[in-house]
Structure formats: structure tokens, C-alpha cells
């Protein structure tokens, strides 16, 4: 059970913009900042956006972030093949004294 | 870069230690930490340890079995596996930290496989 909170999956044709949330508490997305990330099976992950909303040099600007109080969500535009990942949520959470992810959030692309 | 290894095969209540080397950055000057994925499942953070070796920190699933060091000396971050279970059978990643910019640098991961 993650402590961050996230739907299993999405899904979404070439084109259309697809959104995934992450649910969290006072001690981790409600105190810090929140990062993504995109996982394809069998690479290592790759950092997509941090503090909250901020995108590393090389990602594209289809992948755009947000967080409101102890909420989060990751927009996908202009969805693309190449999509097809598992996105995870993250926060430092400061009661737990470490890194905490959301379980994971498959994006299909139809 | 960071290059895991030292992952493998092993028996319940076996040892193992990971290494992970880094490269192309001032590793002394950075955080790092073992995040895992186990089969089927998603990430999960495992242990914290500071740049120059404190503070240190570990998931309550791993606390009191696994063991985090580092030498900068090496430009190497490890992770000592003791008593380990059937549940920590997974592919380990060494990340490095940057706290609210991210863990921007994963390494490639090493798969530790306990079963009897």
C-alpha cells in the first residue's frame, strides 16, 4: 500500500491529453515539493518534473505539472506512442524521514 | 553516471552487499539513495545517506537488516543486505539526490533474487 495515492491506469488516443493524480498528506506532498517520473519497463526512471511543476532540460513541454495542498496531478498533451509508460508520483515525507512514491499509473496509448 | 552491481541469486536469510559507482560528477557533493521495484510491483524507496555519510535513513521494511555506507574516496555508495526475505526480491536502482530538484540521475539497476 503506497502511501501516495495514484489510479492504476489511463488511457488515451494519439493527440488527446490525458491527466493522473496524486493524493497525498500534510507530511509529504502538503510540506515539499513533488516530483515525477516515467518508468518503462526494463530502463532505469527518468526524471520528468520537479518541484511541482519544473521540467529538467530535454523533456518536453507536453508533460506539465501541478500541486494544490496535499494534491498533485501530471498532464500529458499531445499524447504520443512513445507515451506508453508507468508514471510515478514522489515527495520527501518528513514524518517518515524518506522518499515516498504513489503505486504507479500505466498510460495507455490507444 | 551510476553503475550498480553485486545483485544475485540468494537463499532466505542470506547476505548480500550492492555497489553502486558514480561517475562524470563531484560525488562527495551529493545525496544518494537505494530505491527498489519488486516484481509486478512499483517503486519503493529503501535507505538515505547524506553526502558526507550522515544523516542516514531507511524504509521500516529494511530497518534493522540492510545497512547504507559510502566512500567518496571510491566515488561508491553501497548497500549491505543481511537476513534477507523472500519480499526483497527485487531490481535495486542507486539514485542520486537533489532533494526538491529530484533524484535526476538513476543507475541502471541490479536484480536481487531470494528464494530458496
Known amino acids: 500500500q503506497s502511501v501516495l495515492t495514484q489510479p492504476p491506469s489511463t488511457s488515451g488516443t494519439p493527440g488527446q491529453k490525458v491527466t493522473i493524480s496524486c493524493s497525498g498528506g500534510?507530511?509529504?506532498?502538503?510540506?515539499?515539493?513533488v516530483c515525477w517520473y516515467q518508468h518503462v519497463p526494463g530502463t532505469a526512471p527518468k526524471l520528468l518534473i520537479y518541484?511541482?511543476?519544473e521540467r529538467p532540460s530535454g523533456v518536453s513541454d507536453r508533460f506539465s505539472g501541478s500541486k494544490s495542498g496535499t494534491s498533485a496531478s501530471l498532464a500529458i498533451s499531445g499524447l504520443r506512442s512513445e507515451d506508453e509508460a508507468v508514471y510515478y508520483c514522489a515527495a520527501w515525507d518528513d514524518s517518515l524521514r524518506g522518499w515516498v512514491f504513489g503505486g504507479g499509473t500505466k498510460v495507455n496509448v490507444l | 553516471q551510476l553503475v550498480e552491481s553485486g545483485g544475485g541469486f540468494i537463499q532466505p536469510g542470506g547476505s548480500l552487499r550492492l555497489s553502486c559507482a558514480g561517475s562524470?560528477?563531484?560525488?562527495?557533493?551529493?545525496?544518494m539513495n537505494w530505491v527498489r521495484q519488486a516484481p509486478g510491483k512499483g517503486l519503493e524507496w529503501v535507505s538515505y545517506?547524506?553526502?558526507?555519510?550522515?544523516?542516514?535513513y531507511y524504509a521500516d521494511s529494511v530497518k534493522g537488516r540492510f545497512t547504507v555506507s559510502r566512500d567518496n574516496g571510491e566515488k561508491s555508495v553501497y548497500l549491505q543486505m543481511n537476513s534477507l526475505r523472500d519480499e526483497d526480491t527485487a531490481v535495486y536502482y542507486c539514485?542520486?539526490?537533489?532533494?526538491?530538484?529530484?533524484?535526476?540521475?538513476w543507475g541502471q539497476g541490479t536484480t536481487v533474487t531470494v528464494s530458496s
Open positions: 562524470g560528477f563531484t560525488f562527495s557533493s551529493y545525496s
Open positions: 518541484r511541482n511543476d
Open positions: 500534510h507530511s509529504n506532498i502538503g510540506s515539499d515539493f
Open positions: 545517506i547524506g553526502n558526507s555519510g550522515r544523516p542516514i
Open positions: 539514485t542520486r539526490d537533489l532533494r526538491s530538484y529530484g533524484l535526476d540521475v
